[in-house]
């Protein structure tokens, strides 16, 4: 026999925390030169004068509310592409307040996993350059 449905009371989560424009502007300047120095000359080469498979055409960074996702762009070069395109999104950097940031990493089942909480931006941006978690594959 079933158990009765009953209603549960479940209060509504609380609100994520606003990044402050003049940090925001600080974790993006800190992001770009992360991008132009490691993450654009490591991973993006010449095309091949055959191309068959996907490759990197670029890597940049994008802001989603509290969120800073680093990005590549691959090009689909063969005949039967569904576009010439795609982003993939491979590092998350979100905002947790009081100046600390969690840091999450896109897994191969496409879910976000979180792998650190808690870090200051110093702390998150050199942990992004130094695990090969966060860099682009």
Known sequence: MRPKKTWVYSPPRPAKPKIPDALKQKVQAEADRLVEELFKPQAIKEPPEEPRFNYISDVYTRWFRSYLYFCATYACPGPN????TFEAPYT????????????AYMRHTGKWWEVYTGLSLEEAITTIRNEPLFQVR
């Open 81 to 84: 592409a569904l576009s010439p």
């Open 92 to 103: 998350r950097l979100e905002y947790a307040g009081d100046g600390r940031f969690n840091l």
